[in-house]
T-cell receptor, first 111, second 112 residues
């Protein structure tokens, strides 16, 4: 069964460093998303992406964040200068119709 | 008022019990409703999806939507220890690229 895959599963980084989280969405899906979940809190929307551009972004998605679909299969989230409060699970999701399918997540720990 | 509110947990039930999980929402623009199951430190897994008021059944799971009351429910019949997980309600507005808005989730434990 097709699935959304994310790498790495866990990333530890020092404050101020850049991180890139990677996702391979389901191959025929058209819409791509990043969500995050801080421990004990709800899953929050970060950004949606369609037709090689950002469709919508939340107030969390500030200038430190960027997304890219560099090669037609990968979908990446870059955090330029990580802060302690960026520590969270980051989930990639993709959809073709209304149902969205999520990856297993990348646990980002900023120290 | 939060856009999506979910009954707080945790919830512990004996095996075989019927479980009722509920969410309310304030934004009448939400038209599509989903229930996700999430195991610890894993991604949300889509369980049920519905867009109309009424009931939708899939095996031991029934999703119920009442748009007039802005209330959705997930019922689990004959609950099993393997159903122990966090259950998230989610919803979105019409639109091809509409984002999901989640409830906080409720952790269910089914005791053998």
């Amino acid at each position: 069964e097709p699935e959304v895959t994310q790498t790495p599963s866990h990333q530890v980084t020092q404050m101020g460093q850049e991180v890139i989280l990677r996702c391979v969405p389901i191959s025929n899906h058209l819409y791509f998303y990043w969500y995050r979940q801080i421990l004990g809190q709800k899953v929050e929307f970060l950004v949606s992406f369609y037709n090689n551009e950002i469709s919508e972004k939340s107030e969390i998605f500030d200038d430190q964040f960027s997304v890219e679909r560099p090669d037609g299969s990968n979908f990446t989230l870059k955090i330029r200068s990580t802060k302690l409060e960026d520590s969270a699970m980051y989930f990639c999701a993709s959809r073709i119709n209304t149902e969205a399918f999520f990856g297993q997540g990348t646990r980002l720990t900023v120290v | 008022q939060k856009e999506v509110e979910q009954d707080p947990g945790p919830l512990s039930v004996p095996e075989g019990a019927i479980v009722s999980l509920n969410c309310t929402y304030s934004n009448s623009a939400f038209q599509y409703f989903m229930w996700y199951r999430q195991y610890s430190r894993k991604g949300p897994e889509l369980l049920m999806y519905t867009y109309s008021s009424g009931n939708k059944e899939d095996g031991r799971f029934t999703a119920q939507v009442d748009k007039s009351s802005k209330y959705i429910s997930l019922f689990i019949r004959d609950s099993q220890p393997s159903d122990s997980a966090t259950y998230l309600c989610a919803m979105n507005k019409p639109g091809a690229n509409s984002k999901l808005t989640f409830g906080k989730g409720i952790t269910l434990s089914v005791r053998p």
